[in-house]
């Protein structure tokens, strides 16, 4: 079993066409340029793809066109690829996740249940089915600013102790004393990923394995950087580029995600397209403030 996806993994946007379509040749581009400016691995479909307002026929082709590109042997090199499954469902996370596990990507991202609002037992059970029923390696994703509910560390070693596909987890629930839980009862290769950019480094000061990113679209080589000089114990380093990467990791959050990302991304002339209602093109202040953050790091 493959356990290790990459120090920085991009949690990839989705982007479409004036008309509302998927843009996979966009999607393909942009997995591309991001490989070569520093992400170690591509999640697709996840929150930042919009994965919400995708078909399943649209993010099965996705999964398929970035496994293509990027996710096989190409002059010698292989570049994980993530496919988010999760959902509410956990039957239908479980039906939908043998179909992406059957294009062949490296490991499947499920989310703790939002809205329902799970116990820690129903977290247990949902994920250990998942797990069950799955033979590629399960990534955890917490996130309680989305869903409401956390899914704690003594629930975690209880799914570890049982599943031993269940390899890691994104955690973006921003508490030292989670992670340091994580690291307390979790077995020593279990993957702790950074789930918030501006939080990356103190989960590596953790031990953590590095970070699924959004900040990585337009900044993932100072991103890996700092993954790189954490690891190798390089402080001092590793704490200058927290202190330069902090404003983009924090902007791109100032109104909902993709929003922000989406905007800097074709502000960059790189393929970051349109949106999905939900969510809306950045109005003008917000597209001029992004302007602004960019210009400030460097990047226009």
Known sequence: MMKTFGRVITAMITPFTEDGAVDYEGAVALAKHLIDHGSEGI?????TGEGAVLSEEEKLKLYDCIIRAVGQKAEGKKVPVIGN????????????????????VDAV???VPFYVKPTQEGMYQHFKAIADAL???VILYNVPGRTSVSIQPATIKRLVDVCPNIVGIKDAAGSWDQVTLEKTL?????????GDDSFTYPIMMAGGAGVISVSS????????????????????????LHKKTYPINKGLFFIASPIPVKTALNLLGLPGG?????MVDANE???AHITQMLKDYGLM
């Open 43 to 47: 999640l697709v479909g996840g929150t």
């Open 85 to 104: 499954v999760g959902g509410i469902d956990t039957k239908a996370s479980i039906e939908f996740g043998k179909k992406v596990e059957a294009l062949g």
């Open 109 to 111: 991202l499920a989310i």
């Open 135 to 137: 033979h590629t390696p």
């Open 186 to 194: 979790l077995p020593d290769d279990f993957l702790i990923y950074s």
């Open 217 to 240: 679209h337009i900044i993932g080589d100072d991103m890996l950087a700092m993954v790189d000089a954490c690891q190798k114990g390089d402080l001092k380093t590793a704490f200058e």
């Open 274 to 278: 349109k949106f999905r209602l939900p």
């Open 285 to 287: 202040s917000e597209t």
